[in-house]
Each structure stands twice: as structure tokens, then as C-alpha cells.
């Protein structure tokens, strides 16, 4: 039976320190040849046991990701430049860099994204390997036959399922291979789920892998990792001071909020999903649209509920203390002026009317150097003419309302398009655009 006090416990440091003091009848020769021969076994051990180096990481993964310092240090735009990745959103919490097809792990992601903190240094990179929303997003090209479509939907959920499982065993078999076997833990952005997890040097390799929607590679620091992904939550009054902090006031009127990180949803159908993504953001909640849109039971290649989408934020945003609140009424400046004075902007549901998207391209590009009494005039008198067309109820859409102007009546949205400039809209041709019913929801703080 092993004794569990005194010195009994550590019987190799009883003989080290016996060996050191010459406590042994050993000539001091032998015990030289003792301590080297001790000291060799351990390095050799270390050695056995010692991290990969970053070049052998760096093979695996395919991409030149890490050098000799502290990955986590070094400047965000210095690791985009390397990998080849585009700005697409800057904010004052942030920047997001992302670029699409990269080739990794021996075959083309779908896309690599790279967000970081205020200080410009990474937060996390985000390699999406293969995603529903990519691979169905529509082809280019004539229309094909019905029965012809039916077929070719058929072939590419065969062929998607066969890049899922392609993508989920190469990515684990080559992280294994480098990093050893993984472990499985519990991660939690949208919903909670389980992921396979491989650390080295203070980074954690998530392998999240989604039967059907996506599989995703995210790495970010371990002790991240070890709250489980969980965003920090600001105090109600910190959160109200920022959004109320983002919101300007332009000399002609325009009241507009800033600082919203922009979600390029490309060219699947993922507006909903991505606009949902943007306004967590914007609440400093972390999630990705690939996992809103799991949660909204996002069509194959885009197209989502707006009930859909509500229950993914409202999901999302209840796990970090935050609510979803459906706006009842129309689209006009009165009610968009309650939420923007606060820095909230809405979620707004429409149908896509080529015309007045037309309309709204060629006055944003006009507004700015005209008088707004005057301007607004020419808003109220076009809007008759938009009235006149019956919008299609096919496709929808959904982006965010973030201004307005009480003089010319209009309402200024942003789109998920990679696009940031601001488009404006009299607030009699948004209505007449939008969903009948609830066309309007929010996040409160």
C-alpha cells in the first residue's frame, strides 16, 4: 500500500537530493554519470512529446498562417495580406477580412474569414470548408428543363453529401495527424453544440461539423475555447451608451446609425441569416450565418422564413441576455425615428422590385447636394408612381433599416451585399415594398 504523506510521496526527490548532497556512497563520478544520464532520459522525453512547429502546422492546413511569434500578436492586416483576404467590414469593434475558394487542407474552402478586435490584432479565423448556402447557391446560365432541374437537385444533394463527408474526415484526419487525436467538448454560439478540439501553442482547433449544413474549421485562442464560445456580455447601460454613441446627425437632416459590421452573404440566398448575423454583431454577440441559418431551417442555396429567421435570433440573442422584439406597424419615418434616435436599427422584410431598387440606386448617388425641402418634394411625387406597381411576392428579401430624414420622409437601409453605402427610400414606396403584416423586428438592449 503507497503511503499518501511525508516524504514517501516523492521518492525520486529523496534521491536526487541524496545523489546532490553525496548522500549515496557514490564517488562523485557516478553521480555525475547518474544526474547526465537523468537529465538526457529527460530531454529525450520533452522531445518525444514536443509541439509541432509552426511550419508543419502551416502544411497541414495548407495555408501560410503561422509564424515564429505569438500568432494572437501580430497585426490582423499583416495575416490577411498573407492569405490573400479582402476588408470587408471595419467598425469601431472591429475588422472582418474574408476571401472565398481558398485552397486548404487539400482541397478549396468555400471561404476563409479573419475577424479582429479594436486593436487590429485576430480574435478568430474562421475556415469554412463546405456549406449548404455556397453549394446551392444558384448557377449562372439559361434555365434548364423542369425534369431537368429535378435531376440535377438530386445529383448535387448526392454530390453535397459526398463533400461533407470528404471534407469532415480529411479535416479531422489531417489535424490528427499533426496535433494528435482530438477531443470532443461542448461549444456554444448559436446553439449548443459538440465539437472535436486539438490545442497547440495557445491556439484551439475547433472542428465543428454539421450533418447537412456546414463544416466549419475555427481557430481561436484556447481560453476562448474553454468558455465554451460564449460572448461577454456588456452591461445593459454600456450597451446603450455605444449604440446610442453610433448614431450621427447630418446638416440636411439625416439621422444615421454606424459602426453595423457588414455580412456579405455572396451569392447564396442567405439575407435573412446574414442580416440576422449583423445585428448580433452589432450587439457584440459572437455567431456566424452559416449556424443562424441552421437554426432557421434555411433552404439548400438560400431562402428563409421570416418566422425562420426570428426564432434563430431570438434563440441566439436569449442565450446572451438580449430579446427579440417584433415591430407592429408600417414602415414609416415616426416609427423608424423611436428605434434609429437609440442607435437600434430594424430588420426589415420586403419584395425586391427591380424598379424601385433602380429608383434608389440613382437617388442616393443625387440627395446629397440637394436642398431637403425641395428633394423631398421629388420623393413624395415619385412615390405615386411607384404605387402603381404590383410587387411580386417572389423574391423576398431582408435588410436593415438604419436612418431617416424628417424633412424629405425617407428611410435609409443597408443591404448584406458586401455593399456599405447607405440607400435612401420615401417611406410611402418602403411600405408599399414590404411584407403585408409584421415586416419589422429588432433587438432591444
Known sequence: MVRRGGNHAFPWLQILGRVAGGDTGWGRRDARLFLACLFVGAGCAYAAV?????????????????????????PAERIGKRLGLALVSGTDEGTIRKRSHVP?????????????????????????????????????GAAMASNAVEDSQRDRVRRFRREWDDWQ???????????????????????RQR??????????????????????????????ADAGGRSARLSDRDIKERLQAN????????????????????????????????????????????????????GRGGGTTWSGMCEAIQK?????????????????????RRYVDKGIPLVWGLFLVPEVEELARRRTGLRQDAEPREWGRRVRKEARDVRRIQPNRSPGHVRLIVGYNDTTREVAYSDSWGDT?????????????????????????
Open 104 to 140: 486548404v487542407l487539400g482541397g478549396k474552402a468555400s471561404e476563409v474569414r479573419l475577424l479582429a478586435d479594436p486593436d487590429g490584432f485576430p480574435l478568430r479565423l474562421e475556415l469554412n470548408l463546405v456549406n449548404k448556402g455556397d453549394f446551392f447557391a444558384p448557377a449562372s
Open 421 to 445: 453605402r447607405v440607400y435612401w427610400l420615401g417611406e410611402d414606396e418602403a411600405e408599399h415594398v414590404s411584407f403585408p403584416g409584421t415586416c419589422l423586428a429588432t433587438v432591444i438592449p
Open 50 to 74: 514536443a509541439l509541432p512547429r509552426p511550419g508543419q502546422v502551416n502544411e497541414c492546413l495548407g495555408i501560410d498562417l503561422f509564424g515564429a511569434g505569438d500568432f494572437w500578436q501580430e
Open 316 to 336: 441566439t440573442a436569449g442565450r446572451n441576455q438580449r430579446q427579440l422584439r417584433t415591430v407592429p406597424g408600417t414602415v414609416s419615418v415616426k416609427l423608424v
Open 247 to 298: 448614431v450621427t446627425n447630418a446638416a440636411n437632416g439625416d439621422v444615421v446609425i454606424g459602426n453595423i459590421p457588414m455580412v456579405d452573404q455572396g451569392a447564396k440566398g442567405y439575407c435573412a441569416a446574414a442580416t440576422a448575423e449583423r445585428i448580433l454583431r452589432y450587439y457584440g454577440i459572437e455567431v456566424d450565418s452559416h449556424e443562424l441559418a441552421d437554426i432557421a431551417q434555411t
Open 169 to 191: 474526415g480529411r479535416a479531422e484526419a489531417s489535424l490528427t495527424k499533426v496535433l494528435g487525436t482530438g477531443r470532443r467538448q461542448s461549444f456554444t454560439q448559436g446553439e
Open 195 to 224: 465539437v472535436t478540439r486539438w490545442d497547440w501553442s495557445g491556439a484551439a482547433f475547433l472542428l465543428d461539423a454539421r450533418e447537412g449544413e456546414f463544416v466549419m474549421l475555427r481557430i481561436l485562442p484556447a481560453a476562448v
